[in-house]
């Protein structure tokens, strides 16, 4: 009798038996902390996150700073957020859990600047890009909880290079905190596994944005890999305590082109991002656990295809927003990806004042087996995010 094993499942065996006293990083991480929503405050997330075009608003610096060059006024904006994740066991596994928090998702000004011709503008502020909360319990205790959240600080610009074509740049830093307990069933739960770390990166995003005709404008994002600095303590197995260290991991580069089309009353956009997960690794600086987990990365990552679409239209005094995010796991072997994490949104603006307004999102997130680690753990996440954006 021939035994067949699916290539992921002998990577899998491999590991195990390759494992000594295994570092706290592994391959999942390059993947949990190397991504983010597709969205920042409250009407680009309303929105599905779709705005690579160019959205004349501070959001751009997240999405294309060329967009910034669009701006007619200045804009301060803040934002905050509040969300539940239900946690569902799969492959045979009974397993529940429910995690909640609410944090400050942005907070920003952006200003266009007088120039005799074309268009000069800049902006800056804080935004979150990534929430870590989840719960597993087997019924009677948590046997995993995770926890954390990770942000980027952004200074952006953007200038009109001709009539029609605007672009744009900006620097960001990413900071964050992470801490995972629990997942190794067998250790007594006063000295269960537990990784606790704190995040610090820098990248750089640029971008064109090109007005046609009829409302229409095209853009492209390019984004750098984010190098991302990890200062992690923890403990590994039972009587195995790391000491304190710094670890090192690096993004894949991202590129993403958009569509939008429509006038002040009516928008509909639409973007397509492309990230090779494959090219995510750590600075090993010599740890041959570190290089195992580049290698396994390398072999289960794959290219992947985000897309967004989203709509907007204004009512008067109220604008209704719709859109959509779906972002494929990498973690596939055949010609397409097995499972899609899936955002569904729905939103509504109320302008209270010429120059103040009121934005409200609402997101309905299904992980369905993506970004969770290999563990069969999937999971639902509701949020609310709340804003105020001023213009004058």
């Known amino acids: ?82 969300f539940t994740r239900e946690t569902d066991g799969t492959r045979g596994r009974r397993s529940s859990g429910e995690a909640e928090a609410a ?38 205790f948590p046997s995993l909880q995770e926890e954390g959240w990770q942000g980027e600080a952004s200074l952006a610009g953007a200038v009109a290079l001709t009539p029609r074509l605007m672009g744009g740049l900006s620097v960001n830093a990413p900071v964050g905190r992470y801490r995972r307990e629990g997942a190794d069933p067998n250790a007594p739960r006063d000295a269960a596994p537990w ?49 304190p260290r710094d670890v090192a991991l690096v993004t894949p580069w991202r590129v993403a082109l958009g569509f939008l089309a429509g006038s002040e009353t009516l928008l509909v956009t639409a973007d397509v991002e492309v990230v090779d997960w494959s090219q995510a690794r750590f600075d090993t600086d010599g740890d041959a656990d570190l290089v195992r987990e580049n290698a396994f990365a390398e072999a289960l990552f794959r290219t992947v295809l985000n897309s967004r679409v989203g709509g907007e239209a204004r009512l008067g005094a109220v604008a209704l927003r719709v859109g959509a995010a779906f972002q494929p796991d990498p973690r596939f072997d055949g010609p397409v990806p097995e499972a899609v994490r899936q955002q569904y949104a729905l939103g509504v603006g109320v302008q209270l004042h010429p120059q103040a307004r009121l934005d409200l999102a609402f997101t309905h997130t299904r992980d369905e087996d993506a970004f969770v680690p290999l563990d069969g753990v999937v999971g639902r996440r509701n949020a609310l995010q709340v804003g105020l954006d001023l213009r004058f």
């Open 1 to 82: 009798m021939t035994l067949l094993l699916h290539p992921r499942l002998l990577l899998l065996l491999l590991a195990v038996v390759l494992a000594g006293p295994a570092t706290a990083q592994t391959a999942d991480d390059l993947y949990r902390l190397g991504q983010r929503e597709p969205a920042i405050g409250a009407r680009m997330t309303a929105m599905g996150g779709a705005a690579a075009a160019g959205l004349g608003d501070w959001t751009a610096a997240f999405a294309n700073p060329a967009g910034l060059a669009y701006l007619r006024s200045r804009q301060a904006i803040a934002a905050a957020h509040a």
């Open 103 to 140: 944090t400050l998702s942005a907070l920003g000004f952006a200003a266009p600047l007088p120039v005799a011709r074309g268009a000069l503008a800049f902006g800056g502020g804080y935004q979150e890009t990534a929430t870590y909360a989840r719960v597993v319990s087997d019924g009677r």
């Open 195 to 243: 990784f606790d770390a704190e995040l610090a990166g820098v990248n750089v995003r640029g971008g064109l944005s090109l007005a046609l005709d009829y409302g229409v404008r095209l853009g492209l994002t390019v984004e750098t890999p984010t190098y991302l600095r990890v200062e992690q303590v923890g403990r590994v197995w039972t009587d195995d305590v790391v000491p």
